[in-house]
């Protein structure tokens, strides 16, 4: 298949010269569109058209029981599609559009195909204004998950849509960098209208608490699932987002760090604190050395990490060393996703201290 690539930098500018009415007329022919959001890059299919929505599973190699997101173009569309209760109104009302998906009861508009025969559905409404306008000039939901390969870091720029998606897509539009870097906060309303979080993002367990009161946190979010158990949100299953070389995370003091990847042999690298960065480059060279942003910088973290993972992963290293993120704000998704990165592989440097 021959992939379009558009790029868009003014929104105007990108209508006047056609771009979006070519794009909606792709997604109204059962076509694939892979598009920016703030998060990361979608790669959408109309979300009312199963054949189409099943050509996303094969162009990822998704496995088809691990369900889409559906993208709508303002929060009032959710009810055509699902059924809707007074707390999703407070999440809309404050919360979007934004990096937030709802899951609620889905209608018979969304075929099986896109909620994998669940009884839910995933809603999300995206701020990013390229996702807005192409939403709009659909004129119809869009199914999308990450447009990454299945199992691989999830895309932030479009170079890395291009690795991952060139000749599976009809269009990519190339929106410049996402602004968050990690994907939507995923939270499910639950029969009694209370809420569990199944995946940390941008928007944070201490921003919707204020709003929603006592948020339940779903087990697979900070730790493994134990042996044989099923996951309530699919995609939470073991390894995921992770590069090719095995991922390490070290639980310790930044000096009991160094000295760790100092006592390690190999082709390694490490992603490391900007504090650290000149420290370890005293005994790696410095190509092998990454700084993911200061320490307290956990929005330029979670921005540059699966950039980095995936830059990372060109380089064909033997292994990789991250800190272990603490889990407070934004830091619970970026948790999240190194644990996952890392397939659980947490080393735990203050035993014996
Ligand atoms: O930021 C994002 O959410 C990005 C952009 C493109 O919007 N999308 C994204 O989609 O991350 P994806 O497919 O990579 O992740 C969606 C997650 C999966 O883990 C899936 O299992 C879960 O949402 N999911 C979707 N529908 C669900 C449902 N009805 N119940 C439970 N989990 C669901
Ligand atoms: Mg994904």
New binding site residues.
Partial sequence: MKTEIVKIDNIQQAAKQGFFDKARDILQQGGLVVFP?E?????GADATDAAAAAKIYAAKG?PSD????V?IATPADAVLYAETSPLYWRLAERFMPG?L?V?MP?KSSIPQTV??G?S???L?C?SHPVARALLQAAGRPIA?????LSGSP?PTCAAHVIDDMSGRVDMIIDGGDCD?G???T?V?IEADDTLTL??P?GITLEMLEPIVGTVRIAEAVLGALPEGAI??????KYRHYAPKAPVYLLDGSSAQIVEYVKAQHGKIAVLCYEELLEEFKTFLPADRCFSFGKQTDVQHQAQQLFYLLREMDKRDFDAIYAPLPPTSGLGMALYNRMIRAAAHHIIDLKKGN
């Fill in positions: 959001t998060t990361v890059y979608g790669l998704r691990n369900p889409l997101i993208h990096p998906t899951i889905v909620t994998a669940l839910t559905v995933a999300r995206p999308a998950p990450s447009a990454n999830s968050v990690v994907e939507s995923i499910k199944l995946r993002g996951a309530v949100s699919p995609g939470m």
